[in-house]
């Protein structure tokens, strides 16, 4: 398809890039960074160190503040995403851009459509996208509606559209956060097949065992600054978490003793009616006890929503019974759960886990308004709240200005630590964590972790849903694995079952017996 | 009651069916093409009222029927284009700024007949022409069906063509890929180097020339003139029929039917004595009732 060119001059170049942003402050300074045909080279750093930024103005979605941009050694200017793309930049974002709706091949094509008589030419353009996708196995045909595809298929979708429009250099942001293992196994194989076509990859990841398995290159930006460039089988993962986040960082935890007290939650044969005869979630059965961390794995789709949903009191409960503490929470309001020690830190923490717009301080109370120590004479109490705030914004690590800011301001990683910081001050006894690290940096997710770990230890109990297999295995004490909304493993201990044999349960290969499973739900005697 | 169950099965009942349901055909195919695009025109209602108007004056200052049709699509297009300018360039809330020029629409319609009629009710002062019914040579001809079906408006067999088109123009063309695109996610196009905003401005103005026609018809083809407000809703129960349809054009077209034939059935039931208060009530009763019905279903299959 391509054929593999010089390579004494970088296919791109990025000299002296910098973005100052009108608060004045630096998402990118000074960048230097090269990418050599035919390479896999990937851009690690915390989040909001300045990788997406980079990669904007890479794809031209932003124009750097000063420096430039140089494709095989001719200075370029992108204004658009469309002035990068005839450059022959192509780039997949974490959040897909895709139609729905539309079928596989018209949104490969989409703004790029093969005409006949004023008509869209469908027939060449299903001709032509066959071509693409020959190399990726996109087993659904081609007229089916992107919107019915898996997680995997969309992405492959969208890599076949870049090269649909020509991409040479592809960017690849956080392609491997939503997909399985084995689907993550397939697009490295996809990946290496064309970089030995001669396409330059960039790639974007948290995930180091991942970046060291596939990259030739590894640059690694730290507060906007690229800090070096590596070849990467020169450096090893733990070299490369240093350089990230200042530190070393090891990523064995030891979670130390706990004490396993009462059963908190206490799920029973629990039942979730979805379309037809089909159960979303169907016979669930489970205890969390006092100091224990119980992870749920599993692909995504496969109940895990709506199990936590209905724990939650966000969803009826179509069968069988949730007890919290004791208490039944059939017909009982949230703030009922809450006050039998409930918390939840809902995997959507923009839409579900706070008031955006709102200030850090006003989000820090949303749960504690019913706390006397914030109220003068039977008011709210501004300077409370605000000594109140400040405190959790200290202890809690939450950068920031000042606890007025607007939520919405922060990073990531801020923003979690905001619901971190109010959820785990409730006095809570069980805690509800849905991907409590999704999308933040390796320093927030560590301090999140020892939290989680803490109230633990202090006789908590924790249910963790997680998409991340590290997250799962480093924090549970037990995982239960779900597949179509029941509980395929339940894995008694972590430590002796390979990531490997883990995902053959989260796909449906391989099951439990029941009386394996059984032993998810604890009895007393 | 045997008698009303003898009209509804009439060629003639079927005939004012189709011939009521004109309007509310233009009008959903307007609200569908914006809708699609993700900016719903709920300013179709104001944009068939003025067009009406316009329509009238059109043909009256114009001399023939076709100028005042020119003039009504026109002035459909302008109409939608102040809310484009409004929404897209702006930035204003579209249901706020529809609202708005829906009111406007009553107003402004009332004070340009004021000026040109120096009557605030009706256009009767003006010379305006009405579109011309055809009879389909064949069609006419086969009993039953050819009362159904032949002699209507120029502008009823113009409506069904629209739907045809813009089935097509979804399905077919860059513009209606982009359309849909645009109303699904916009970024997805913004990213392919199409100008969302670009998009749904054509897709207003489209709904605005096919809310002109709508409003044409009003004014040149059900009755002969302009009457204050003589749009009297059609435009917002097109709203509903668009939904009822999923935004599909065969759904919403069955949709709109439907509610032409509330229509036309108060219009039947006015002749048995029943008091014209409550008859006039139907379609707009039936519309709750139908949105009623659609979104308890919506709700049973959002559950699932």
């Known amino acids: 398809m391509i054929k593999k060119g010089n390579s004494t001059v970088p296919i791109l170049e990025a000299r002296n890039i910098s973005k100052v942003y009108g608060n004045g402050v630096y998402a990118n300074k000074n960048i230097c960074f090269s990418l050599n045909e035919g390479e896999i080279h990937a851009l690690v750093g915390e989040n909001g160190a300045g990788k997406s930024t980079l990669m904007k103005i890479l794809f031209g979605m932003e124009k750097p503040s000063t420096g430039e941009i140089l494709i095989k050694g001719n200075p370029v200017v992108f204004s658009s995403p469309q002035d990068a793309m005839k450059y022959e930049v192509g780039m997949v974002h974490q959040h897909f851009k895709l139609v729905d709706p539309l079928s596989i091949t018209e949104n490969v094509v989409l703004g790029y459509e093969p005409m006949k008589n004023g008509l869209i030419d469908r027939k060449t353009a299903e001709e032509k996208v066959k071509e693409i996708t020959k190399i990726f196995d996109i087993r659904e045909d081609l007229s089916t509606p992107v919107g019915k595809l898996p997680v995997g298929t969309k992405q492959k979708v969208?890599?076949?559209?870049?090269?649909?429009?020509?991409?040479?250099?592809?960017?690849?942001?956080?392609?491997?956060?939503?997909?399985?293992?084995?689907?993550?196994?397939?697009?490295?194989?996809?990946?290496?097949?064309?970089?030995?076509?001669?396409?330059?990859?960039?790639?974007?990841?948290?995930?180091?065992?991942?970046?060291?398995?596939?990259?030739?290159r590894i640059s690694v930006i730290r507060r906007g600054e690229?800090?070096?460039?590596?070849?990467?089988?020169?450096?090893?993962?733990q070299e490369i978490s240093a350089k990230m986040v200042?530190?070393?960082?090891?990523?064995?935890?030891?979670?130390?003793?706990?004490?396993?007290?009462?059963?908190?939650?206490?799920?029973?044969n629990i039942t979730s009616k979805g379309l037809g005869d089909i159960s979303v979630v169907n016979n669930m059965s489970f205890t969390v006890r006092g100091g224990q961390i119980i992870g749920i794995a599993g692909v995504e789709g496969n109940g895990q929503n709506e199990l936590i949903e209905m724990i939650t009191g966000l969803r009826p409960i179509d069968g069988g019974s949730v007890k919290i503490n004791g208490m039944d929470t059939a017909g009982k309001s949230i703030i009922q759960l809450r006050n039998a020690g409930l918390s939840y830190i809902p995997s959507d923490r923009i839409d579900r886990g706070l008031a955006i717009s709102m200030t850090i301080e006003d989000n820090m109370i949303a749960t504690k308004l019913d706390q006397k120590s914030l109220y003068t004479n039977g008011l709210l109490s501004r300077s409370k709240i605000r000594s109140m705030s400040e405190k959790l914004v200290k202890e809690y690590l939450v950068r920031c200005n000042s606890v007025e800011a607007e939520v919405g301001m922060l990073s990531g990683g801020n923003m979690q630590k905001v619901v971190v910081a109010r959820e785990f001050t409730q006095g809570a006894t069980l805690i509800i964590a849905e991907q409590p690290t999704r999308g933040i940096d390796v320093g927030a997710a560590?301090?999140?972790?020892?939290?989680?770990?803490?109230?633990?230890?202090?006789?908590?109990?924790?249910l963790l849903v997680s998409a991340d297999l590290e997250e799962l295995y480093k924090l549970s004490d037990h995982i239960l694995v779900m597949y179509n909304g029941e509980i395929s493993a339940y894995i008694k201990n972590p430590s002796e079952v390979s990531e490997t044999e883990l995902g053959t349960y989260m796909l449906g290969v391989k099951k439990q017996s029941a009386e394996e499973i059984k032993g998810a739900y604890y009895e007393k005697e | 009651m045997e008698q009303i169950v003898s009209i509804i099965f009439s060629a003639d009942?079927?005939?004012?069916?189709?011939?009521?349901?004109?309007?509310?055909?233009?009008?959903?195919?307007?609200?569908?093409?914006?809708?699609r695009a993700g900016v719903t025109n709920i300013a179709v209602?104001?944009?068939?009222?003025?067009?009406?108007?316009?329509?009238?004056?059109?043909?009256?200052?114009?001399?023939?029927?076709?100028?005042?049709?020119?003039?009504?699509?026109?002035?459909?297009?302008?109409?939608?284009?102040?809310?484009?300018?409004?929404?897209?360039?702006?930035?204003?809330?579209?249901?706020?700024?529809?609202?708005?020029?829906?009111?406007?629409?009553?107003?402004?319609?009332?004070?340009?007949?004021?000026?040109?009629?120096?009557d605030k009710g009706v256009s009767t002062g003006l010379n305006s022409k009405t579109v011309p019914n055809i009879h389909i040579p064949v069609l006419r001809s086969i009993p039953v069906l050819g009362e159904m079906l032949s002699g209507h408006s120029v502008l009823t067999y113009l409506a069904f063509v629209v739907i045809a088109i813009i089935t097509v123009f979804l399905k077919?063309?860059?513009?209606?890929?982009?359309?849909?695109?645009?109303?699904?996610n916009a970024e997805a196009i913004d990213t392919a180097g199409i100008s969302v905003k670009v998009v749904r401005l054509k897709a207003?103005?489209?709904?605005?020339?096919?809310?002109?026609?709508?409003?044409?018809?009003?004014?040149?083809?059900?009755?002969?003139?302009?009457?204050?407000?003589?749009?009297?809703?059609?435009?917002?129960?097109a709203l509903a029929a668009e939904a009822m349809g999923h935004g599909n054009p065969i759904l919403s077209t069955l949709s709109a039917l439907f509610f032409g034939a509330a229509d036309a059935l108060s219009n039947n039931l006015q002749l048995f004595n029943f008091p014209s208060e409550l008859t006039r009530l139907m379609p707009y009763a039936l519309t709750i009732i139908a949105l009623t019905f659609y979104a308890a279903r919506a709700k049973k299959q959002l559950k699932k």
């Open chain 1, 158 to 216: 969208e890599i076949v559209k870049a090269l649909y429009r020509g991409a040479k250099i592809l960017i690849l942001d956080e392609p491997t956060a939503v997909l399985t293992p084995q689907e993550t196994v397939e697009l490295f194989e996809k990946l290496i097949q064309l970089k030995n076509e001669g396409l330059t990859v960039v790639f974007i990841s948290h995930k180091l065992r991942e970046v060291k398995q596939i990259t030739d």
């Open chain 1, 226 to 237: 690229l800090i070096e460039t590596f070849f990467t089988k020169d450096v090893t993962e």
């Open chain 1, 246 to 268: 200042g530190t070393t960082y090891t990523s064995a935890l030891d979670k130390g003793e706990s004490k396993l007290t009462e059963v908190v939650l206490d799920v029973k």
């Open chain 1, 446 to 462: 560590k301090f999140i972790y020892e939290e989680l770990i803490k109230l633990r230890n202090q006789g908590c109990a924790v």
């Open chain 2, 13 to 35: 009942f079927i005939f004012s069916v189709i011939r009521l349901s004109t309007p509310i055909l233009f009008a959903t195919m307007a609200v569908l093409i914006s809708d």
């Open chain 2, 45 to 118: 209602e104001g944009t068939m009222l003025f067009a009406a108007l316009m329509g009238v004056i059109g043909s009256a200052y114009g001399g023939n029927v076709w100028t005042g049709l020119l003039v009504a699509v026109l002035s459909g297009i302008l109409f939608s284009g102040i809310i484009a300018f409004f929404h897209l360039k702006l930035e204003t809330d579209i249901v706020l700024t529809g609202i708005a020029l829906n009111l406007m629409a009553s107003g402004l319609t009332i004070f340009i007949l004021y000026l040109l009629t120096g």
């Open chain 2, 172 to 184: 077919k063309t860059r513009l209606g890929t982009y359309i849909r695109a645009a109303g699904e």
């Open chain 2, 204 to 237: 207003l103005l489209i709904s605005g020339a096919i809310a002109g026609l709508g409003g044409a018809f009003m004014s040149m083809s059900y009755v002969s003139m302009f009457t204050k407000d003589m749009v009297a809703g059609r435009g917002f129960i």
